[in-house]
C-alpha cells in the first residue's frame, strides 16, 4: 500500500512561481505523475517521470514552465512551476503507477494510487 500526500499548493499571481511535493510512504521507487483538475473539467496529465528520474515527460500545456524531479532518498516528487497562468487553477495530484506508465504517461488509468490533492489558484 502506498500513501501520497501533497503540498505547497496556494494562491498566487500570475508570472509567480510554486512548488508542489507529493511525499510517499511504503516503497518509492514508482513512476510517478502529476495531473490537475479544474472546476467543470476532466482531470489532465501535467507530467510524470520514471522511477529513477531518468525519463520525463510534461504536457505541451506547461511544457517549459514546469518541471517535474524526485527524491527518492526522501520519498518524495516535486512539482516546480514557473510563469504560472490564471489556466493553471486547478487541484493537482499526485499518482504512482506499480507497472509503470510505459509510452503513454497521460493515462489516468495507468496509475494505482491517488493523493487527495492540493489547489493552485492563480490569479490575473
Known amino acids: 500500500q502506498v500513501q501520497l500526500v501533497e503540498s505547497g499548493g496556494g494562491l498566487v499571481q500570475a508570472g509567480a512561481s510554486l512548488g508542489l511535493s507529493c511525499a510517499a510512504s511504503?516503497?518509492?521507487?514508482?513512476?510517478m505523475g502529476w495531473f490537475r483538475q479544474a472546476p467543470g473539467k476532466e482531470r489532465e496529465f501535467v507530467a510524470a517521470?520514471?522511477?529513477?528520474?531518468?525519463?520525463?515527460y510534461s504536457a505541451g500545456s506547461v511544457s517549459g514552465r514546469f518541471t517535474i524531479s524526485r527524491d527518492n532518498d526522501k520519498n518524495t516528487v516535486y512539482l516546480q512551476m514557473n510563469s504560472l497562468k490564471p489556466e493553471d487553477t486547478a487541484v493537482y495530484y499526485c499518482?504512482?503507477?506499480?507497472?509503470?506508465?510505459?509510452?503513454?504517461?497521460?493515462?489516468?488509468?495507468?496509475?494505482?494510487?491517488w493523493g487527495q490533492g492540493t489547489q493552485v489558484t492563480v490569479s490575473s
Open positions: 499518482a504512482a503507477a506499480i507497472l509503470g506508465f510505459g509510452p503513454r504517461p497521460e493515462i489516468i488509468g495507468a496509475y494505482d494510487y
Open positions: 511504503g516503497r518509492t521507487s514508482y513512476a
Open positions: 517521470i520514471s522511477g529513477s528520474g531518468g525519463v520525463k
